[in-house]
């Protein structure tokens, strides 16, 4: 049994991250179509919501969180305080997922009635093809099957880990913006085998592939990702004159210092929320 029997699921805000969530929830058959609310400023995208998913839509996002048991805040971080004021008198005994990057969970529990049990979560943009990679926090109100909601609800898009959240910085840092450094990377692939023959759709296709099984192959087992290096490195080979152009070139400390670096501005929006 789902622990979202029987549970009515609302979104304020419906951009690309509400929307691929409303598609992994239905698409995992979580709940049905009517008992998803959400609202949003966007009337054209209530419509196409209403159209392609056969959800529940309105405007005016207290009738969402009244409706609903679960509430997703998918809105831009700088508006969080704004919402929270509006909807504050229509809290009950809701769950709060915010997907709102940067906003620390004691903004939510000082902005709404006490004990109200908020949860949150850092997700990437893989959402969209249902491949996120998702860290969840609990705030000091949430209980394990809130966790288990929250966690059932971001697997149905992707992969989700439990965390503090005093490594939501870190998770930004590497998985919420990782998405942009591995398409670098592709870019770069492909580009390699286009200076070496391949037109651009085939380097581009054989890149994204190649990064793709990789990933799998990594998660499909406990190998360490030196091993499963070695298993491609041949003693003279191919393989290892290319690896020793990428350390010349510092390749691994770049990739390194481009998620502190990210990590460190995550910190930094975050004192300004």
């Known amino acids: 049994m789902t622990n979202l029997e029987n549970k009515k699921i609302g979104f304020i805000g419906t951009g690309k991250m509400g929307e691929a969530l409303i598609r992994g929830i239905l698409q995992a058959r979580l709940v049905p179509h009517s008992r998803i609310y959400a609202s949003d400023m966007d009337t054209l995208k209530l419509q196409s919501l209403e159209k392609d998913h056969k959800i529940n839509t309105c405007r005016d996002n207290c009738a969402s969180v009244t409706s ?12 969080i305080p704004d919402v929270l004021k509006e909807i504050r008198n229509s809290i009950k ?13 004691e ?5 709404l009635p006490a004990g109200t049990k908020v949860i949150r979560v850092m997700p990437n943009i893989a959402a969209t093809v249902k491949e996120a990679a998702s860290a969840i926090s609990p705030g000091s109100a949430v209980s394990k099957e809130d966790i288990s ?14 965390l503090p959240e005093r490594l939501m910085d870190a998770v930004t840092g590497l998985s919420g913006s990782g998405p942009a450094y591995i398409f670098m990377i592709i ?10 023959g391949l037109d651009r759709n085939t380097a581009k296709l054989l890149a994204a592939q190649t990064v793709l099984g ?18 491609v ?3 003279g080979g191919t393989t290892i004159r290319g690896i020793r152009v990428m350390e010349e070139k510092g390749v691994r400390v770049a ?11 995550s910190r930094e929006l975050g004192k300004k929320t």
Not at 68 to 79: E, G, L, M, N, R
Not at 214 to 219: F, G, I, Q, R, Y
Not at 255 to 265: D, K, L, P
Request: negative net charge; hydrophobic residues 50%; proline residues 3%.
């Open 214 to 231: 990789a990933a799998k192959m990594v998660l499909a087992d406990s190998t360490h990702t030196a091993e499963l290096k070695d298993m």
């Open 233 to 235: 490195t041949s003693p």
């Open 93 to 105: 005994d809701q769950l709060i997922i915010s997907i709102a990057a940067g906003v620390p969970i």
């Open 107 to 111: 903004t939510f529990e000082n902005a």
């Open 187 to 196: 870019e770069a692939l492909a580009d390699g085998g286009v200076h070496e």
């Open 68 to 79: 609903s048991d679960i509430i997703i805040i998918a809105v831009k971080p700088q508006i």
């Open 149 to 162: 909601i929250a966690s059932e609800i971001f697997n149905a898009v992707g992969r989700s880990v439990i």
């Open 255 to 265: 990739m390194m210092n481009a998620v502190i670096a990210a990590c460190e501005r």
